[in-house]
């Protein structure tokens, strides 16, 4: 019988997509949805043998960058970022898989682990996924901007 997959969505940056799209172009990979699904199992199983305080984690989640879309009130529009273009980026995960890279995430002191204020709420799934494009690009030596190793913090 066929693993049971949930589906979630995370908003990355146009350019960490496009990244992605190179990762899954190299000898090994086969769709954008398996490797996105592949980067998060690796990204838990890097993450849960590290001390929290010593995890790495992406640039763009301590700046929260790019900046969520601005909801205009009583209307059914958003105004994006016209300096940091975002995409949607499906991921299909096991169950449990979410939550356990949510645990893993980076989150800024004072941050809801769920839910918050729209200015102070933590993207935890999209830590994860950002974090793990950035660490697959180091090891597979991709290191043309805007992902690269120096964008990993710890």
Known sequence: MAEKRFDTNVTIPKSALDRLSEIVRMPGYK???????????????????????????????????????IRVPNKDIAILDPVAPTRGLKLRLPEGVSGQARSLAFRLPGQSQFRGPSDYQSRLLTDAAMTSIAYECCELGLTRSPIRPSMLLV
């Open 31 to 69: 769709s954008r949805d398996q490797t996105g699904r592949y980067l998060i199992l690796k990204y838990i199983e890097r993450n849960e043998i590290i001390p929290a305080d010593d995890r790495l984690t992406h640039i763009s989640t301590v700046m929260r960058h790019p900046l969520p879309p």
